[in-house]
């Protein structure tokens, strides 16, 4: 009987020991497995970060170049318009012309970058007065108008 104890002892110890190493063995294989689940999920984060980054980078440049776009757009308009005020300075009087050229300004918002233009609107839109109809006072009031619409500052685009 001591025998079949013993032997029953050994055998309970050997399924012990195997027990045993199989759950060291799985422990070192979830260990590792963990490690580089771990690592994986670190670089996709790292990875999808850096994505999200260049994705912002590109709409930021999209919408950079929309603006300018849009700022260029309207600067070439404005240029258009200032050629018509300057090609019509030769004919039409220069009161009304300037009235026209100072709301046209208030319009699209360029009073603030044209400030040394405002300061001159109350003398370019006087009324017809007689002694400002003859032909040398209105040509010279003509060419002072021109050159007050050449000097109209219009927006920058961004280079």
């Known amino acids: 009987m001591a025998s079949f104890l013993q032997q029953l002892w050994n055998k309970g110890i050997d399924i012990t020991a195997s027990v045993l190493a199989a759950t060291l063995s799985a422990g070192i294989v979830a260990g590792i497995?963990?490690?580089?689940?771990?690592?994986?999920?670190?670089r996709d984060l790292k990875h999808e970060e850096e994505k999200q980054r260049q994705q912002h980078r590109v709409a930021e440049e999209l919408e950079?170049?929309?603006?300018?776009?849009?700022?260029?757009?309207?600067?070439?308009?404005?240029?258009?318009?200032?050629?018509?005020?300057?090609?019509?300075?030769?004919?039409?009087?220069?009161?009304?012309?300037?009235?026209?050229?100072?709301k046209w300004l208030r319009q699209e918002k360029l009073v603030e970058l044209n400030s040394h233009i405002m300061s001159?609107?109350?003398?370019?839109?006087?009324?017809?007065?007689?002694?400002?109809?003859?032909?040398?006072?209105?040509?010279?009031?003509?060419?002072?108008?021109?050159?007050?619409?050449?000097?109209?500052?219009l927006p920058k685009v961004p280079s």
Do not use: H, Y
Not at 33 to 42: D, E, S
Not at 123 to 143: I, K, Q, W, Y
């Open 33 to 42: 497995g963990t490690l580089a689940w771990r690592w994986n999920k670190r």
């Open 64 to 102: 950079r170049a929309s603006r300018d776009r849009e700022i260029q757009e309207t600067r070439d308009r404005a240029q258009r318009v200032i050629q018509g005020f300057v090609n019509a300075t030769a004919t039409e009087e220069p009161s009304e012309l300037a009235v026209r050229f100072f």
């Open 120 to 153: 001159q609107e109350r003398a370019l839109t006087l009324g017809p007065r007689p002694e400002l109809t003859s032909p040398a006072v209105t040509d010279a009031r003509r060419e002072s108008l021109k050159r007050v619409i050449q000097s109209t500052n």
